[in-house]
């Protein structure tokens, strides 16, 4: 029913051409369209007012087809969807990209003057065992973003400073429900769950010492797509989903693509899952027309559907 794994992360940006410098220059992806939404598309999908604009980028690497979607909304809220926000809080939380040199890139966005939730710190998986040195940084608009240099052999190939995104990560309360609705619902596939050993990573996101944590990756088979990371801890977050949503600033959805848009309507309604806008028509940037639908998944995150027409 989903097509090939994550489509689109979409970003809402406070200035569309210096979120462009940032993925486009320093992170090495390459800007593939530029396109602006029409209202009525922005108030039936978001709910927006008659009167919001929207102006579109999307970028991408070269070995995988998701794109980055950043639109700068007129007028936007100014506010940053993390801003006031605890790591643990429930919801949208991190793009995760592959690094050649994760203590390169600390040193580099220190200077900068990019702020830090995490300074590198290296640790193994011992279900693995693979060896990663990570870092988390808050980009534009707060924005947190993740760098993973993998120490163990065999060590990827790289061709720049950046490599492809590896995961798209949400902060969860219950882990049954989201697998149910990722797994089960739309058919992708769980390669990952296992509760954590006691603190791994509490110092990777601030949690309080002895914080238990759980951790699933869920993909779609056999696509490069980058992987969906759940992270459930037994420190008790809120909810995000009254912030994370335009035209406030950060990540506010993730989108996939279907081959049969009003099957899944169907079995979204049959399992109760909450339909945010009715099927809506959106001519691309590429002159192609899609019919789309946004939801409030389990855990309060958007996700938007679309299929060609």
């Given at each position: 029913m989903i097509k090939n794994g994550i489509a689109r992360i979409l970003i809402g940006v406070r200035d569309l051409n210096k979120s462009v410098?940032?993925?486009?220059d320093i992170?090495?992806?390459s800007v593939v369209a530029d396109y602006?939404?029409?209202?009525?598309?922005?108030?039936?999908?978001?709910?927006?007012?008659?009167?919001?604009?929207?102006?579109?980028?999307?970028?991408k690497n070269d070995e995988q087809t998701t794109l980055l979607e950043l639109i700068e909304f007129k007028p936007h809220s100014g506010k940053c969807i993390r801003t006031d926000a605890n790591t643990w809080d429930y919801g949208l939380f991190t793009i995760a990209f592959r690094a050649k040199d994760v203590d390169a890139a600390y040193d580099y966005f220190k200077q900068k003057g990019y702020k830090f939730i995490c300074p590198p710190i290296t640790y193994t998986f011992s279900w693995g065992p693979v060896t990663?040195?990570?870092?988390?940084?808050?980009?534009?608009?707060?924005?947190p973003i993740v760098f993973i240099e993998r120490l163990s052999e065999p060590k990827p190939v790289i061709k720049g400073d950046f490599g492809i995104m590896l995961d798209s990560s949400q902060v969860v309360e219950d882990m049954e429900e989201i697998t149910k609705f990722y797994a089960d619902i739309l058919g992708l596939t769980t390669i990952f769950?296992?509760?954590?050993?006691?603190?791994?990573?509490?110092?990777?996101?601030n949690l309080p010492t002895g914080?238990?944590?759980?951790?699933?990756?869920?993909?779609?088979?056999?696509?490069?797509t980058p992987a969906l990371e759940f992270i459930q801890c037994s420190v008790?977050?809120?909810?995000?989903?009254?912030?994370?949503?335009?035209?406030?600033?950060?990540?506010?959805?993730?989108?996939?693509?279907?081959?049969?848009?009003?099957?899944?309507?169907e079995?979204?309604?049959?399992?109760s899952i909450k339909i945010l806008s009715e099927p809506v028509e959106i001519s691309t940037f590429d002159h192609k027309q899609v019919r789309a639908i946004v939801v409030e998944a389990p855990n309060g995150v958007n996700i938007q559907f679309f299929e060609d027409i």
């Open positions: 410098e940032f993925y486009r992170l090495q992806m602006s939404l029409d209202s009525k598309t922005i108030e039936q999908l978001w709910n927006l007012p008659e009167e919001t604009t929207a102006q579109a980028i999307l970028l990663v040195k990570e870092a988390i940084m808050l980009g534009p608009d707060e924005t769950d296992q509760v954590l050993p006691q603190g791994m990573i509490d110092d990777i996101l914080t238990e944590s759980r951790m699933a990756f869920i993909t779609q088979p056999e696509s490069k008790k977050g809120k909810y995000l989903s009254d912030v994370a949503k335009p035209p406030n600033l950060g990540i506010f959805a993730i989108a996939f693509a279907t081959d049969d848009l009003s099957a899944l309507i079995k979204l309604q049959k399992h």
